[in-house]
């Protein structure tokens, strides 16, 4: 009964298409150091209830964001097997090779129940494309997404580049399988940062996943 659980998990659909990762991506300082401190991944409203709203809209990303996704205020956004780079690139005023890193987080947070997958960003059209469950995350990969196809995408990859999962938070610091970081420089200042709160947690440099992947060039 057990296995027979685990195979029809999304998590273990996942598994079988070779995802091996669930990335939540997040700034090297204006961010990291806080989760460390607080010992948790906050959502917004966690934020503004320990920060303030005008104080919490600094450690997002895209405060705007929420006027068009306001259920997006209680969830976490990540990606599965590539980090969101046009997001990151986008959204980033210096070099953003340098100032994030990629949060590898537990594949079981798949089979959660208040799990969302979206095929596009999740706050395209206020959310109406958010859906739980299977046939949620089977989405992310449909044939044609608007606009994107799956000819030449690899079978771990969802279709569309804005494609997300929203993880309900906060999470803790145990949902940390490892820390991604593109260089030898960031590697020494994330364990600097982990060693100062007494934080145990796995760090590898990729810096494959920190550069623009093939299937999105020339598009």
Known sequence: MM??????????????RGISLLLHSTHLYKNFPHILEDGALHTLRTLQERHGAEKAARFVHDPRRYEK??????????????????????RSKTEWKEDWIHLALDLKLL???????????????????????????????????????RENLPRHIPTHPQAEVL???????????????????????????CSRHQA????????????????????
């Open 167 to 193: 993880l309900h938070g906060p999470l803790s610091l145990t949902s940390i399988q490892s820390i991604i970081v593109p260089s030898d420089r960031v590697a020494e200042e994330v364990e600097r940062l």
């Open 69 to 90: 996704f306001a259920v997006g205020l209680d969830y976490l956004n990540a990606s599965l097997s590539f980090p969101n780079v046009e997001l990151l690139y986008h």
């Open 111 to 149: 089979d959660h129940a208040e799990t969302l997958f979206s095929p596009v960003s999740a706050a395209a059209d206020f959310g109406k494309h958010v859906a739980s469950g299977s046939d949620g995350f089977h989405a992310m990969f449909g044939d044609s997404v608007e606009g994107h196809t």
């Open 200 to 219: 145990s947690l796995s760090v590898k440099i990729l810096p494959q996943y920190f550069v623009w992947p093939k299937w999105l060039m020339g598009k």
């Open 3 to 16: 296995r027979l659980r685990r195979a029809r998990s999304i998590s273990g659909a996942a598994r079988r």
